[in-house]
């Protein structure tokens, strides 16, 4: 009888929230199982809309294995966001519960201390699933930090446009200055602060 060799145990890792002023960079890393129901669905989560990756995110989270690395505005300014985002994946591939046979990332870097062989795929969210169910786990997760965040930092519009510098964004930014949320290392920030006769330390 012919030897059976367990499947292997593929990760795919991707992030959502580099370019924001505002709100954290979230990481998510994803084993999807031989037989996941939605794999002819998956696909860089830019390309899909708001309500197909809500319930894509649901399925992912019922059928695999899914972890999590979040890095904070404070993290962002102290490491600068390359490094947080690194620090982020390694977190995101902890929080699996498994060592996986291999690590597939979308981009062109891979971080330093990794559990498993790791390379990266530049365009990887949409020619490898499981990094397209990685990046449809993080992009949906850090929408819904960003509209929850809307309550506790009014008047910026977080739940809109989710930090990203847009018009609206960065007018609210000189009107009321920086809060909390904010990633004070970034340059439009540092603006509206030192229009405002606060100069960042940062």
């Known amino acids: 009888m012919p030897e059976t060799r367990p499947t292997p ?28 129901s939605a794999l002819d669905q998956l696909d860089d989560s830019k390309k899909l809309s708001e309500k197909r990756r809500a319930a894509l995110s649901a399925i ?22 390359l490094h947080a985002t690194m620090a982020a994946m390694v ?5 699996l519960g498994v060592i996986p046979d291999e690590i597939l990332i979308d981009g062109n870097r891979v971080p330093a201390g990794l559990s498993a062989p790791a390379r990266a795929i530049v365009g990887g969210d ?13 992009k949906t997760l ?10 506790r930092f009014s008047g910026y519009g977080l739940a809109g446009h989710k930090g990203y510098p847009s018009p609206s964004h960065k007018a609210a930014l000189e009107n009321l ?8 290392s970034y340059a439009p920030v540092q603006q509206a602060r030192q229009a405002r006769g606060l100069w960042s330390t940062t």
């Open 9 to 36: 145990l593929i990760a795919g890792v991707d992030e959502a929230g580099r370019g924001p002023l505002a709100g954290p960079v979230v990481c998510a890393a994803v084993i999807l199982p031989a037989n996941f």
């Open 60 to 81: 992912i989270r019922a059928e695999a294995r899914v972890g999590v690395g979040i890095a904070e505005p404070v993290e962002i300014d102290r490491l600068n966001v």
């Open 91 to 95: 977190r995101a591939v902890e929080g």
């Open 126 to 138: 949409g020619r490898e699933a499981c990094i397209g169910a990685a990046s449809i786990i993080a």
């Open 142 to 151: 850090r929408d819904q930090i960003m509209i929850e965040a809307e309550n």
């Open 177 to 184: 200055g920086a809060a909390p949320i904010h990633r004070l």
